[in-house]
C-alpha cells in the first residue's frame, strides 16, 4: 500500500529548523535564491555497531516533497516572529514563500535496500534554497524509518525465521512516532503490530493477546481466560504469568480443554516475565504432555536481537514468536541513525564546480562532487560499492576507501552491476511510484539474504567494502589539500 497522502494533513513547509528559513531569507535578499546545488544525504556508520544499514522512509520524504508549500496560517505565523530589531522577515520574502514551488530532482535507494556508511541515499540537486529548506525534513523522515527497519531486520536475523510482532506503539515517540515506527518494523522483516491505526494506514497484520488487567479485572486468573475464551474461542492466547507462569500455564490447559471440547482449539500463550528460558521449556512440556503441542508460546519482557540470540543459541529457549517494543520502536540504544545532509558541487553555469567540507575527523570531511553509487556482484555475492562523480565517470573499478586510502580493492571486469540511486523527483515532478509495502518488504528481505554472514554478526561484523573511484579520490584529496593550506 503505497505512503497515505493525507496522514500529515496539510503541507508542512514549517517542519524545518529555523536557520533554514533565515538562510532562506538572506539568498533572497542577497539575490541568490536560485543558484543551483547538489546535496546528498549519508550517514557515517552503521547502527547498533552493526555490519549493515536497510534504507526505509522514501515514501513519507515523496509525500512530504509532493505537497510541500505554506499556507497562509503559517506566512501568519512566520510574520509575528522578532528579531533584535523588528520584524524577523520582510513581506517580500513572505511572498515568495507563498509562491514557492519545490522544483528539484531528486534520486533516492528505493526502501528496502541495504546501504554502508559513506553512501548517499538520497541526492537532491536544483535551487539552492529549495534543497537546503527540505534538509531537516528529509534527515526526519529518513533517519528515523532506517533506523528501526534496520533494528527491525536484526531482530529478526535473531529469531531465526521465528515470527516477531512490533509492540511498540505506548513507548513510541508520540503517536506519529508510534505509526511510522511499526511501518518501518514490517518493512525490516517484522510479521505485524499491535498498532490497530497503522494496521488501516498501512494494511499491515495487526496481532494482540490481552493484558495483565485483563485477569487482574477477575477474582482468579481462570475466570479471567475463561470470559476471554467466550468473547474469542478462536484466537485465545493467554498471558500467564500475572501471578506466577506455570500456575497460569496450567491453568490456560484447562481452558484449553474447555476450548476443544466446545469445538475450538488452543492457540498459545505468551510470557512477559521471568527466567523465559526455563519457562519456556516447562510450558513447552506440559503443553505437550496436556495434548497441546501446536498451542504456541509467544515471548516478550523487554527483549532486543542480542536477548533473543541468546535464548535460542545459547539457552535452548522453546519460544515460537516473539513480542518486541521498546529496543525496536525507540532504535535502543542508538536512538538516532545520525543521518547528514550536505553540500557538494555548485552549478555555475553549466558546469559542476565540487564543494568540500573539512573537519578535523576525517568520518566527517564530505566527499564533494555529484555522486551516484554502483553496487557490484559477483558469482558468490556482492562484491563492493564503488562511489563516483556523475560527471568524472568512472576511469577503472577499484574501490578506495574514502576513510582510509590504503584500503583498495579492484572489482573485476565485467563484474554485475547495479545503480543504486533511482530518480525520484525531476523539476519537483514526481517521476517515481512508490511500490506497494509488500514489495518494499520482499526487498528488503532479498537485500539482508545476500549479504555475507559475516556481515550479519551481531558483534564485530565484517566491514563491506565502500569506497571511492580514483579519480574521485584524487580530487577529493586535492580539495582537501587546498582547503587544509588556506587554514594555514
Request: proline share 6%; hydrophobic share 45%.
Amino acid at each position: 500500500m503505497p505512503y497515505p497522502t493525507d496522514l500529515y494533513g496539510p503541507p508542512l513547509g514549517l517542519l524545518t529548523d529555523l536557520y533554514q528559513l533565515t538562510m532562506a531569507f538572506a539568498a533572497f535578499k542577497a539575490g541568490i535564491a536560485d543558484r543551483q546545488a547538489a546535496f546528498h544525504l549519508t550517514f557515517r556508520k552503521n547502527p547498533f555497531e552493526g555490519g549493515f544499514t536497510l534504507v526505509c522512509g522514501l515514501a513519507a520524504a515523496c509525500d512530504y516533497l509532493e505537497r510541500y508549500g505554506f499556507s497562509e496560517d503559517d506566512l501568519a505565523y512566520l510574520r509575528t516572529l522578532r528579531g533584535k530589531r523588528g520584524p524577523l522577515f520582510d513581506d517580500p520574502f513572505l511572498d515568495w514563500l507563498r509562491n514557492l514551488r519545490i522544483a528539484l530532482d531528486v534520486d533516492a535507494m528505493p526502501e528496502g535496500t541495504v546501504a554502508f556508511p559513506q553512501e548517499p541515499i538520497l541526492r537532491v540537486r536544483g535551487a539552492a534554497i529549495a534543497a537546503m529548506l527540505v534538509e531537516t525534513p528529509l534527515l526526519a523522515l529518513l533517519n528515523f524509518e532506517t533506523l528501526v527497519a534496520t533494528k527491525a531486520a536484526r531482530v529478526c536475523l535473531a529469531a531465526q525465521g521465528r515470527p516477531v510482532i512490533e509492540f511498540g506503539l505506548r513507548r513510541a515517540q508520540g503517536p506519529d512516532g508510534g505509526v511510522t515506527a511499526s511501518r518501518a518494523a514490517y518493512v525490516g522483516g517484522c510479521e505485524a503490530t499491535s498498532n490497530v491505526l497503522a494496521g488501516k494506514l498501512f494494511g499491515i497484520p495487526v496481532r494482540g493477546t490481552h493484558a495483565h488487567s485483563w485477569v487482574m479485572l477477575h477474582g482468579d486468573e481462570r475466570t479471567a481466560f475463561r470470559d476471554f475464551a467466550k468473547a474469542m474461542p478462536d484466537d485465545c492466547v493467554f498471558l500467564v504469568d500475572t501471578y506466577d507462569s506455570l500456575a497460569g500455564v496450567q491453568n490456560a490447559i484447562e481452558e484449553g480443554r474447555a476450548l476443544r471440547a466446545a469445538g475450538h482449539e488452543l492457540a498459545g500463550i505468551r510470557l512477559d516475565s521471568g527466567d523465559l528460558a526455563w519457562l519456556s521449556r516447562e510450558a513447552r512440556r506440559m503443553l505437550d504432555e496436556a495434548g497441546f503441542p501446536d498451542a504456541r508460546i509467544l515471548a516478550s519482557n523487554d527483549l532486543d536481537e542480542h536477548v533473543i540470540a541468546s535464548l535460542l543459541r545459547e539457552q535452548a529457549a522453546e519460544i515460537d514468536s516473539f513480542g518486541v517494543g521498546t529496543s525496536l520502536v525507540a532504535g535502543r540504544p542508538d536512538a538516532a541513525l545520525g543521518g547528514v545532509y550536505k553540500l557538494s558541487a555548485v552549478r555555475e553555469g553549466d558546469a559542476w564546480t565540487p564543494r568540500l567540507k573539512l573537519s578535523e575527523q576525517q568520518a566527517k570531511i564530505s566527499t564533494p562532487g555529484v555522486l551516484a553509487v554502483r553496487r557490484y556482484r559477483g558469482p558468490a555475492g556482492l562484491l563492493g560499492d564503488l562511489l563516483y562523480d556523475e560527471n568524472l565517470g568512472i576511469s577503472e573499478t577499484t574501490l578506495i576507501d574514502p576513510i582510509d586510502p590504503t584500503r583498495r580493492k579492484s572489482i573485476p571486469g565485467g563484474a554485475a552491476h547495479e545503480e543504486l540511486l533511482v530518480p525520484v523527483f525531476r523539476a519537483g515532478k514526481r517521476v517515481y511510484a512508490t511500490p506497494p509495502l509488500a514489495e518494499v518488504r520482499s526487498r528488503a528481505r532479498a537485500s539482508v539474504s545476500v549479504l555475507d554472514p559475516a556481515l550479519l554478526r551481531f558483534v564485530n561484523p565484517h566491514l563491506y567494502p565502500v569506497g571511492l573511484e580514483p579519480r574521485l579520490h584524487e580530487r577529493r584529496m586535492r580539495l582537501i589539500l587546498e582547503a587544509r593550506s588556506q587554514g594555514n
